[in-house]
């Protein structure tokens, strides 16, 4: 209604209204998109290895701005001269992991590999939770630089990081 009111004062070309409101259409279209994270649910989360390349180079606090579902648990590997640092995040519950667990299977995780080391504080951390991603680890790792980004479905750890890119 606006457009009309303002289309009826300014005499203005036919395409050129058109263009007009398909200019409009689209900047709303795209305003409303803006604020969406990449991956909504844990089923979701092989778009961060498809868009992996987005994220190589930048920090961990850049990948999980795009990850809505929560990080619950974590096995890290601060890595060494033979092997990666990585970070392998879980979005299940303890009661869930160890169900997997039980039967000798993983649950759906995200395996960030990290370019150079870092120290987990692992003597920090009790038995009850020690797979435990809190606020304050995602504070001080969250700097940390990604050097590469696999997702698994319930398949075994990978042991070898031959495919990550230098």
Do not use: C
């Not at 303890?94 to 504080?121: A, C, M, S």
């Amino acid at each position: 209604m606006l457009t009309a009111i303002i289309f009826n004062q300014i005499k203005l070309p036919t395409l050129l209204r058109q263009s007009f409101i398909v200019f409009i259409l689209l900047f709303v279209f795209n305003s409303s998109s803006i604020g969406q994270q990449m991956v909504q649910t844990p089923k979701e989360a092989k778009i961060l290895e498809e868009n992996e390349s987005e994220f190589i180079g930048k920090t961990l606090n850049d990948l999980f701005k795009e990850i809505k579902p929560q990080i619950n648990l974590v096995l890290a590997r601060p890595g060494w001269a033979e092997a990666a640092s990585t970070f392998t995040f879980f979005f299940t519950s303890k009661k869930e992991f160890n169900q997997f667990r039980l039967k000798d299977k993983w649950p759906l995780h995200v395996r960030v590999y990290i370019q150079g080391t870092f120290e987990w504080e692992r003597h920090n951390r009790t038995q009850d939770n020690y797979l435990d991603w809190t606020k304050d680890d995602k504070k001080r790792y969250g700097n940390l630089i990604i050097g590469a980004i696999r997702v698994f479905n319930g398949d075994e750890l990978p042991t070898d990081s031959t495919h990550i890119r230098k």
